[in-house]
């Protein structure tokens, strides 16, 4: 019931997303232009230019990195076992920019070899970096609290924004600067047609094996001990799980940049909604990120038009007081903060 009211959510923001923008298009036109299809001059004009070729990738881009980084954000809540992981505020969204900057200004390096695909490479490489680091500071010492998780977070954080600062400073060309900045904000407008079969299949190939994993997951949800008891062997499935996540992760973000809180908020209402149980919780998280973000996509481009707002600050106006009352809470649950 909860995943159909969504995909109803869904097409209804994705509708409103192909008709809404500098060119406004009746609804009922948007359905003669899809119905018409995508081939010249089967109907539509100027509007069907508009739909198939501009808004059409747009929206299907942020649906997919929606989708993706509530299932990530989901997963991540479960492998560290804290409510407030998400991709963003672990840096794995962060060392993911970081990661594709240092490829886009410097060129491909050793990474030559892979084509088109070195980009998303170096952002898998530097989100599964990041988080690999945040965990391991936020272990040392102790058991993982919420202070320890988000001060490291932090720390990694303020590390790979000081690089991305230093690339931007070095950039050569204006073209190179535009582009970090992009990193850095996050925005859906560069989505091509071309572009959107890899982080697709990121998307379809890495939810599917993280819902393949739900009972794992809720093991380890519930305690490592009881997983431990139970035969599941916790810190194999742990790094597994976190170097699949930082791959979706690191692909999302080579095609949207960092956009932050919609891997912390999401999941968090699809709790709400369904339980704690990873095989109802992934889906409906993966669409209930499609519809916020494809909403937020199209808040970014209206509201200020014809200007158009980094889809990230939107999300970041959004997620900012979530994050700021689910830290509130988490820090009267465990008492201290540190």
Do not use: C, K
């Amino acid at each position: 019931m909860t995943l159909a009211v969504l995909a109803a959510a869904l097409a209804v923001s994705a509708v409103a997303g192909l008709a809404l923008g500098p060119v406004r298009i009746p609804p009922g036109q948007v359905l003669d232009v899809l119905l018409a299809g995508p081939a010249p001059g089967t109907g539509g004009g100027a509007f069907g230019a508009i739909v198939w070729d501009v808004r059409m990738p747009r929206v299907l881009l942020g649906t997919v990195v929606g989708a993706g980084l509530a299932v990530a954000g989901a997963v991540l809540q479960a492998l560290v076992r804290n409510p407030l992981a998400d991709p963003f505020l672990l840096g794995a969204s962060s060392g993911a920019s970081a990661g594709a900057v240092l490829v886009i200004v410097f060129g491909a390096g050793i990474l030559g070899f892979a084509g088109g695909a070195a980009v998303p490479l170096a952002a898998f490489a530097g989100s599964m970096g990041a988080l690999v680091a945040v965990y391991a500071m936020a272990r040392r010492g102790g058991a993982m609290t919420t202070g320890r998780l988000i001060l490291a977070g932090v720390a990694v954080q303020y590390i790979l924004s000081a690089l991305t600062s230093l690339v931007l400073v070095l950039a050569a060309h204006p073209d190179q600067i535009r582009s970090v900045l992009f990193w850095t904000l996050g925005g859906l407008g560069g989505a091509r047609w071309g572009e959107l079969a890899l982080p697709a299949a990121a998307l379809v190939l890495g939810t599917g094996l993280l819902v393949a994993l739900a009972r794992p997951l809720d093991l380890l949800l519930a305690g490592e001990e009881g997983a431990h008891t139970l035969g599941l062997d916790t810190g194999r499935f742990r790094a597994a799980v976190f170097v699949l996540t930082s791959l979706v992760i690191g692909v999302l973000v080579a095609y949207s940049g960092a956009i932050g809180f919609v891997g912390l908020m999401v999941p968090h209402a699809a709790r709400m909604a369904v339980g704690a149980g990873h095989r109802a919780l992934l889906p409906v998280a993966a669409v209930g990120g499609a519809v916020f973000l494809t909403l937020a996509d199209l808040a970014a481009r209206t509201v200020a038009a014809p200007e158009e707002i980094p889809v990230g600050v939107v999300t970041a106006l959004v997620g900012g007081p979530f994050f700021l009352w689910m830290l509130r809470r988490s820090t009267r649950t465990e008492g201290v903060v540190g």
